[in-house]
């Protein structure tokens, strides 16, 4: 965020109870792991935390200069793991207001089911089974009754 409209948000932050901003914090996971709900853009590791802490979060990710938080956002919002809003360039308060009203009613990550979201050995072995198969193919029967 450029640092004039970073001030900016500051100043109004700053006028409201029970908000604080900041702009860094050395262990953001302390501060998410005590939080009702996560408002982020959705970089890599805010977003893997706000999984694993099982925190109802509203994602406003970032465009430029790549589309990644996008792309993650609006992929976990498909699934209804995170509410997103996309970033419109005309910052409508009562959008942001209305988004945050709906946070207490939203699913946290644990409650949403995702079919296949938590079975990575199973797909990973189903994945790798026909290169074990074909390999075990190509290997002498005699060498296999030594291995096994």
Not at 11 to 30: C, N, Y
Not at 66 to 90: C, F, K, T
Not at 129 to 137: G, K, M, Q, R
């Amino acid at each position: 965020m450029h640092s004039e409209r970073q001030a900016e948000f500051m100043d109004r932050a700053a006028k409201l109870k029970r908000v604080d901003v900041i702009t860094f914090h050395g262990q953001l996971e302390a501060l998410v792991s005590r939080a009702a709900a996560v408002v982020a853009m959705g970089g890599y590791n805010t977003f893997c935390e706000v999984l694993s802490l099982d925190k109802r979060a509203l994602i406003v990710p970032r465009t430029e200069p790549r589309l990644e938080q996008y792309i993650r956002a609006s992929r976990a919002a498909d699934l209804g793991l995170v509410s997103m809003l996309q970033d419109d360039g005309q910052y409508d308060p009562a959008v942001m207001a209305a988004a945050l009203r709906a946070l207490p009613r939203q699913n946290r990550p644990s409650e949403v089911v995702v079919p296949g979201l938590l079975e990575g050995l199973t797909n990973v072995s189903r994945l790798v089974a026909p290169w074990i198969e074909s390999a075990e193919d190509e290997v002498p029967q005699h060498a296999l009754s030594r291995i096994g």
